[in-house]
């Protein structure tokens, strides 16, 4: 198991790419995102490279999207099924777990991954702003916390892999 540290940028209700790229008044390059603002724009989850800062984030490398859901988009600021989904795709991402196990998960009886999931909606994804970005280590950090405190010692692999423990 390799673990890779990488940003997950939440993106709602609005283009998730620059249509421009324009020069300031101090020369710096900044985006330029035209949009209709009555014009609908499905949420969006990229995975990008780390960066830190407001200026080191322009230039961060998108790895991936993470492909909508079939039976739905993604959404934060709120709880409800769009929330769910976005958390199920993110910590299942985040923690090299099967989607369909976290999307899924709380169905039977004594599987924490539902209570995982919906504890993210709401201790996190619920506060998000329409833009965001959070790193996986702090992901992680946040899920081996949670399954500590509920004494769970059946957390997923990467939680019990003595590698990523120590470099905590």
């Not at 790419?17 to 900044?30: E, S």
């Not at 600021?77 to 993110?90: E, F, I, L």
Request: proline share 6%; aromatic share 8%.
């Amino acid at each position: 198991m390799s673990y890779q540290e990488r940003t997950y940028h939440g993106l709602q209700r609005r283009a998730a790419r620059p249509v421009a790229r324009k020069a300031n008044r101090w020369g710096r390059v900044q985006p330029i995102v035209i949009a209709d603002p009555d014009e609908w724009h499905p949420s969006r989850i990229l995975v990008e490279t780390p960066a830190s800062g407001p200026t080191q984030r322009e230039d961060a490398k998108v790895l991936r999207e993470i492909a909508e859901l079939a039976d739905g988009g993604f959404g934060w600021g709120h709880n409800g099924s769009s929330t769910s989904r976005t958390a199920a795709v993110v910590l299942a991402d985040a923690l090299d777990l099967d989607l369909e196990a976290v999307e899924f998960g709380g169905i039977r009886d004594g599987d924490p991954l539902g209570d995982l999931r919906e504890d993210f909606c709401a201790e996190v994804l619920t506060d998000l702003c329409d833009e965001w970005r959070l790193n996986r280590r702090a992901l992680v950090r946040w899920a081996a916390g949670w399954y500590h405190q509920r004494g769970i010692t059946d957390a997923p692999p990467l939680l019990r892999d003595p590698r990523w423990v120590e470099s905590v």
